[in-house]
Every structure is written in C-alpha cells, then in structure tokens.
C-alpha cells in the first residue's frame, strides 16, 4: 500500500499570494496516477487534478499540478478568498486501496 | 447531470449493523467503478472499499476488510455498504464516489455524492 504523506499540514497566506502544497509517496505512484481534491466546510471533495498534472473540467488555470514517481506538487498562484480549503491528494495508480494523504489546510492569514 | 445521493446514517449502538445506500443517475451507472469513501469529524478522507462495475471484483481497506461488504445493483442504479460489528472508530460522514474514467479501477473521483452521518454511541 502506498502511503502518502503531505506537507505542510497548515499554510497561512493572503489572498493574491501563491501556495504551494507538497505530496509525497512511500514508492513510486504507478503511471503518476496522482489527484488532488480540495473540499470546504460541510462540503464533498472536488476533483482538481488527475494524472499529476491534469486540470479536472471546470478548473481554474491558477491551479496546477506537477511532479512525478514519490513527489508531486499543487500549486495555486494568485489565491482567491475560495481557495481557502483543505487540500487532499490520492494516488490511483496501483491496485486499491487508493489511499489519500492526511491533507493540507489553507488558512487566510 | 450526475447525481449521488446517499442514505442510511443514523446514530447506531456498537457492536451493530448499518446499510447504507447510494441512489445514482445522470450516467450509465453498469459502466463505472464505484467507491465509497468516509470522513470522521475533523479528519481527513479514508479511502474503504471499490467495486467493478459488474460487481464481480471488489477492493477494501485493510482496516475495514471482514466487515464492511460493498454490493450494488445496476437494475435499480444503486450502490450499498453493509457495515458490520460498528465501532465508535467508524462514526464518520461517508460518501459514494464515481471513477472518471469508466471500467477502471485506476481513476480519480469525479462525482461525490453529499454523505451520509453515521454515529456510533451506546
């Protein structure tokens, strides 16, 4: 089972700064099968984007995904006031169980 | 458009049973994998259990395996999880989730559905 560990647990910025979240993986993730997920208070995960770099349908060009084998890397350039989210990442790419990372909160400063 | 709808929750004793439902539509449901996902309050997301979209293959989490069971059923365009032997541990939101990509396994989740608030106290 790949384990997928995210840092930091919490970042604190302002709007119009960049974030940037980091994932990391036990083992190499097959394929860069690698998603991340952003969810909001009392709300279901969204798909942001797939396949390490993939933007999902409906997605903002701010957001961007890259990386590869154990580290991949989300990043959100030119934060709006509903970004501020928690973010998931979820690899895919070997047999399940697909595991998420423990997830990273984005906190206004 | 693609919907999920869960249901079932409830506040539940330890040491019981508890199905829960997911009503889909919107997409050809016998084409997809499905997922099922929980959330315990202030935590983050535990990935639990995938079934093929015949039904004939299905995945669990090492933490649930021997007592969660994932069925559905493509006639009525629905998705279960009969969870066993409940525990103060599975007390969590849980979700259903389609895979974007049809008759795989190895995909993300596209669509969720709201959740379903499962408590587990005596």
């Known amino acids: 089972e790949i384990v997928l560990t995210q840092s930091p647990g919490t970042l604190s910025l302002s709007p119009g700064e960049s974030a940037t979240l980091s994932c990391r993986a036990s083992q190499s993730v097959p394929t860069n099968y690698l998603a991340w997920y952003q969810q909001k208070p009392g709300q279901a995960p969204r798909l942001l984007i797939f396949g390490a770099s993939r933007r999902a349908t409906g997605i903002p060009d701010r957001f961007s995904g890259s990386g590869s084998g154990t580290d991949f890397t989300l990043t959100i350039s030119r934060l709006e006031p509903e970004d501020f989210a928690v973010y998931y990442c979820q690899q895919y790419g070997s047999s399940p169980p697909n595991t998420f990372g423990q997830g990273t909160k984005l906190e206004i400063k | 458009q693609v919907h999920l709808v869960e249901s079932g929750g409830g506040l539940v004793r330890p040491g019981g049973s508890l199905r829960l439902s997911c009503a889909v539509s919107?997409?050809?449901?016998?084409?997809?994998?499905m997922t099922w996902i929980r959330q315990a309050p202030g935590k983050g997301l535990e990935w639990l259990s995938c079934i093929s979209p015949a039904g004939l293959t299905t995945f669990y989490a090492d933490s649930v395996k021997g007592r969660f069971t994932i069925s559905r059923d493509n006639t009525n365009n629905s998705l279960s999880l009969l969870i066993s032997s409940l525990r103060a541990d599975d007390t969590a939101v849980y979700y259903c989730?389609?895979?974007?990509?049809?008759?795989?396994?190895?995909?993300?989740?596209?669509?969720w559905g709201q959740g379903t608030l499962v408590i587990v106290s005596s």
């Open positions: 989730a389609r895979a974007l990509y049809d008759a795989t396994a190895y995909s993300p989740l596209d669509y």
């Open positions: 919107g997409f050809t449901f016998s084409d997809y994998y």
